[in-house]
């Protein structure tokens, strides 16, 4: 992995003299103009560090939820038209997506979209970094890159070692801003990405699953504890850094992983413009539901180890209570559970299923329990409430 890291108080000030030492002299700074930037005086702050060192700043913000491809082509014009040398993006996974696309983009004489749509590996790009201000999605560290397009109402995304960041400056500080909501979408993410590795057919308990279980518990406790203490440094700095310890593949290491939560997620995100942590969280416990029997140690393992289920419960019970304690836990955090919850009581099933990228030779989606298009449908079905 090739991101440097900057972690703890004071992290972004020291962003200016990182990038004076890479020879940087042009760049770009993307992010969602949102007010927290100007109320803040983080981008102001910012600015003028880059002016101190001798550094040029252009600006593109803009960026929404599910990062959308029209304002990376914008960016890409930019960058080129400029001279633009890295890109630093300053917010959570949106923009950060948005700036590691514009990055490749700029680097490739096609369409962009050809990575996202045609399966192309993203050979090289322009150097990005991140100011990490939304905490969820790894991406600060992470090699994979999602995009919306709307033209197509596809999300799609591609994966490659050139689209990490190289640098990563978090200071959980700028994180107390972020409303109880955002917060506890970005908790959700964080738990999914772990649950998406830990839900696997190998059946071999390790090292992984014991890290992959003490980071499920801390957000157990953080998320629920940070709705309620938005301050507090001490889970501030514990669910950044679970942020990208959850999805640069840490616990993930040599196992299959699963992904089908996800990809019903993603697929839900592009229809109906949902945020991706109430995606997840609507569909979790509906996936659980209908794959757990057929994998009742690893879903017994995790009600006893995550959530402290007695272990007078024998497997099968065990696995349902933790069910139902994952479902409590994003209750807790004001976190929907069902469509219906979510606002989507009318969703349209066959065309998202349309959308769906079903594979594997066989038709299926996830890696746990192998799912076709008529499970899935079963999953939306139960997952209505």
Not at 195 to 200: I, K
Not at 205 to 227: H, N, S, W, Y
Not at 241 to 266: C, K, L, M, P, Y
Not at 291 to 304: L, Q, S
Request: net charge negative; charged share 25%.
């Amino acid at each position: 992995m090739n991101t440097e890291f900057i972690f703890g108080r004071e992290a972004h000030r020291r962003a200016g003299d990182k990038l004076k030492q890479l020879g940087i002299k042009r760049l770009l700074i993307h992010h969602d103009g949102g007010p927290y930037l100007y109320d803040t005086g983080l981008l102001k702050d910012i600015k003028e560090d880059m002016e101190r060192c001798g550094i040029q700043v252009w600006e593109l913000s803009g960026v929404k939820p599910n990062p959308r491809l029209d304002l990376v082509y914008q960016g890409i014009r930019l960058v080129r038209q400029e001279g633009i040398q890295f890109i630093l993006a300053i917010g959570g996974g949106s923009v950060i997506d948005s700036s590691k696309a514009i990055g490749a983009g700029a680097q490739y004489e096609g369409d962009v979209w050809d990575f996202f749509s045609k399966g192309l590996r993203v050979a090289r790009s322009l150097l990005v970094g991140v100011v990490l201000t939304c905490p969820a999605t790894g991406s600060e560290s992470g090699d994979v890159c999602v995009i919306n397009n709307t033209g197509t109402g596809q999300k799609l995304l591609t994966s490659s070692q050139a689209l990490r960041p190289v640098m990563a400056f978090m200071n959980p500080l700028l994180t107390t801003s972020l409303p109880p909501f955002v917060t506890a979408c970005s908790v959700t993410d964080m738990f999914s990405h772990v649950c998406e590795r830990y839900f696997t057919p190998d059946n071999e308990i390790g090292v992984i699953d014991r890290m992959a279980e003490g980071i499920l518990k801390t957000l157990a406790e953080a998320g629920p504890a940070l709705v309620k203490e938005p301050d507090s440094y001490r889970y501030r700095a514990e669910v950044m850094w679970i942020g990208t310890i959850a999805h640069n593949d840490t616990v993930g290491i040599g196992r299959i992983q699963d992904w089908a939560t996800h990809e019903i997620g993603n697929e839900l995100s592009a229809l109906y413009d949902t945020p991706h942590g109430v995606t997840l969280s609507v569909i979790m416990g509906s996936w659980m539901r209908y794959v757990y029997k057929n994998h009742v140690d690893r879903f017994a393992r995790y009600g006893y180890e995550v959530f402290g289920i007695s272990r007078e419960y024998g497997p099968e019970e065990a696995a349902y209570k933790g069910i139902e304690a994952t479902e409590a836990f994003f209750r807790s955090m004001r976190m929907p559970v069902s469509l219906k919850e979510a606002g989507i009581g009318d969703c349209d099933m066959e065309d998202m299923l349309d959308h769906m990228n079903f594979r594997n030779g066989n038709q299926t989606i996830g890696g746990l329990e192998p799912l076709t298009r008529r499970d899935v449908r079963k999953i939306l079905e139960m997952a209505r409430g």
